[in-house]
């Protein structure tokens, strides 16, 4: 079976980026550096210390890292990259959303609230990936 899961890419600082998310959701990381690969052998010692890959998986939420490698082209972090966390009961989401703010930038960020079909929020996080809450409304 074929999954989608949101891949995300960073310019130097996936190891740390991926643990803030694993300490705000939970789970099993993990992570390969470049340095642990046979991949190293095609690269200059810089891009050793950075992530081929990390993987971070707790309950239904998945995803996956990896630090910027391309030799020529640069990366551009817009927000076309996001994640979407939906389902669950307010109390959970409010949880998950409150740690992810902490660094967020205030400027993009709607918190957690009812709505008609539930709860919703939104955030940039403090690395610049945006993040779409949906689900339970609160029952306040």
Same mark, same amino acid.
């Given at each position: ?8 890419? !960073? ?17 099993? *990381? ?5 340095? &642990?690969? $046979? %991949?190293?052998?095609? %690269? ?18 998945? !995803? ?6 391309? $030799?020529?082209?640069? $990366? ?6 996001? %994640? ?15 740690? *992810?703010?902490? #660094?967020? &930038?205030?400027?993009?960020?709607? &918190? *957690?609230? &009812? %709505?008609?079909? #539930? ?22």
């Amino acid at each position: 079976m074929i999954n989608l899961t949101p891949f995300l890419i !960073f310019e130097g600082n996936c190891a740390e980026a991926m643990a803030f998310y694993q300490s705000c959701l939970g789970g099993e *990381l993990t992570i390969t550096k470049v340095s &642990d690969t $046979p %991949m190293k052998n095609h %690269m200059p010692p810089e891009q050793h210390r950075k992530v081929a890959h990390a993987h971070l998986k707790t309950g239904a939420i998945v !995803f996956s890292a990896t630090d910027w490698l391309h $030799p020529t082209r640069v $990366p551009k972090q817009g927000n076309t990259v996001a %994640m979407y966390i939906n389902g669950g009961q307010y109390n959970e989401l409010r949880a998950i959303f409150d740690k *992810l703010a902490v #660094g967020a &930038d205030k400027s993009l960020l709607d &918190d *957690l609230r &009812d %709505m008609p079909f #539930g709860s919703y929020g939104h955030l940039a996080d403090k690395y610049g990936i945006h993040w779409f809450f949906q689900g339970e409304a609160s029952k306040a």
